[in-house]
Nanobody, 128 residues
Framework: VQLQASGGGLVQAGGSLRLSCAAS????????VAWFRQAPGKERELISA????????YYADSVKGRFTITRDNAKNTVYLQMNSLKPGDTAVYYC??????????????????????WGQGTLVTVSS
C-alpha cells in the first residue's frame, strides 16, 4: 500500500490542524495505521494508532486528550485531528501502516516495530 500524508502547516499555539493519510494500492481495511512524528534532534515516536477494524486506538501520553485518530475505510483514509496544539508538537508527521493479521482485539497495532509501509512526512509547525 502507498501512503500519502497531508494537512500540515503553520498554526499558532492553541490552534488545530487535521492531518490526512490517504492509502492506495491495497485493501485498506486489512491495515492498522499509525501516526509518528519526529522533531529536530529527536527520535521518531509513535503518537497515535488505530486498529484495522477501527475498534482500537492508542495515544501517547504527550497527545492524549488533544489528538483524535479516526479512519474511513470507504475513503481509504486515516485522520489525525490535533487540537490545543503546543510548540512542542512541532515536528514532521508521518503515517505508516502494516497488514494486521493478528487476532481480532489484539493490541499489536500499538507496537512501532510492526509498521512497514511509510508515507512521506508532512511538517507541522506550532508558533508560540
Amino acid at each position: 500500500v502507498q501512503l500519502q500524508a497531508s494537512g500540515g502547516g503553520l498554526v499558532q499555539a492553541g490552534g488545530s490542524l487535521r492531518l490526512s493519510c490517504a492509502a492506495s494500492g491495497g485493501t485498506f481495511s486489512r491495515y492498522s495505521v499509525a501516526w509518528f512524528r519526529q522533531a529536530p534532534g529527536k527520535e521518531r515516536e509513535l503518537i497515535s494508532a488505530i486498529a484495522r477494524s477501527g475498534g482500537g486506538t492508542y495515544y501517547a501520553d504527550s497527545v492524549k486528550g488533544r489528538f483524535t485518530i479516526t479512519r474511513d475505510n470507504a475513503k481509504n483514509t486515516v485522520y489525525l485531528q490535533m487540537n490545543s496544539l503546543k510548540p512542542g508538537d512541532t515536528a514532521v508527521y508521518y503515517c505508516a501502516a502494516f497488514v494486521d493479521t493478528y487476532y481480532r482485539g489484539s493490541t499489536y497495532y500499538r507496537e512501532a516495530l510492526e509498521y512497514r509501509n511509510w508515507g512521506q512526512g508532512t511538517l507541522v509547525t506550532v508558533s508560540s
